[in-house]
């Protein structure tokens, strides 16, 4: 994208607040950056469109997009946003969270507004550690990772957020890293398109506590990892298993069709008010 491209997409779409709270070689710039570039693509109306977004390094992201926005509390982005949508289902509702905000204090409202089939697009910043609050693991830490709580490695086995997503309801389920970058744009505009509950994990990179602390390198070389480790679904399909033996999947990892809550419950209404005026 050119410069002159991106300077408009900066004066548009993001409010003039620096410095901003990202360390440096943070990736959470690059993945607010994707999501408004899906935005412009859609060419969504900005007073159209809210982002709500919980606590933590990524849930600062709503505090710099010009658009309505909302900074919950931890955790509950999504029963935030839920009700945005119920009162206003024409607008298009954005979530913004991360690995331990969604997962973690919020995972019980993630997998029931998957269940929903709400149309909400949750884009979920996947950093692998509680980067905010001081290098704490997080549900979705790799086992054995060095963190500030687990100072000789942590012992649990992280979710597969994207199986979760599927497995609690979720109708799109997508996952991209700040590597590769269109790929996150695509992905991102295709959850905000589809009529249901969308779910797209980017993964980023934390290179001063996750990098620091699991010696994974600095940022260029934390992202060259996911250049080297992501395996998009298509070229999967000719793989074997043994090709793809420590590799993740990026792109869309599931597309299905369910009734979407917001219309199900004004139809609910609508129903019961008739019976009333009978």
């Not at 690995?99 to 204090?105: E, K, L, P, R």
């Not at 905010?132 to 012992?155: C, E, F, R, V, W």
């Not at 934390?206 to 990892?225: F, S």
């Not at 420590?246 to 917001?262: D, Q, R, W």
Request: with cysteine.
């Amino acid at each position: 994208m050119a410069i002159e491209q991106m300077e408009k997409l900066v004066e548009k779409y993001f409010r003039p607040r620096l410095p901003h709270i990202w360390c440096p070689g943070c990736g959470n710039g690059i993945v607010t950056g994707a999501i408004v570039k899906a935005i412009d693509k859609l060419g969504l109306n900005q007073d159209e469109t809210v982002i709500v977004s919980g606590i933590g390094c990524s849930s600062r992201a709503s505090g710099y997009l010009n658009f309505d926005t909302v900074h919950s509390a931890h955790g509950r982005a999504l029963p935030v946003a839920t009700g945005v949508k119920l009162s206003e289902p024409r607008l298009n509702v954005i979530v913004v969270t991360g690995d331990g905000d969604s997962t973690a204090i919020g995972g019980n409202h993630f997998i029931h507004a998957a269940r929903r089939n709400i149309n909400l697009t949750v884009v979920l910043y996947n950093n692998n550690i509680y980067g905010m609050t001081g290098g704490q693991y997080s549900p979705l830490t790799p086992s054995h990772s060095i963190a500030t709580t687990a100072p000789y490695g942590t012992l649990e086995r992280p979710f597969d957020v994207p199986e979760l997503a599927k497995a609690a309801g979720a109708t799109f389920v997508a996952r991209s890293t700040a590597f590769h970058t269109q790929l996150l744009v695509d992905v991102i505009a295709q959850g905000i398109a589809h009529d249901g509950f969308s779910l797209i994990e980017a993964v980023t990179q934390c290179p001063i506590y996750n990098g620091r602390q699991n010696k994974l390198g600095d940022a260029p070389t934390m992202m060259k990892w996911q250049r080297d480790h992501a395996v998009n679904v298509e070229a999967a399909k000719k793989m074997t298993p043994e090709q793809l033996a420590g590799k993740f999947l990026i792109g869309v990892l599931h597309k299905s069709e369910a009734p979407e809550y917001t219309k199900q419950y004004d139809d609910l209404v609508i129903a019961n008010a008739q019976k009333g005026a009978k």
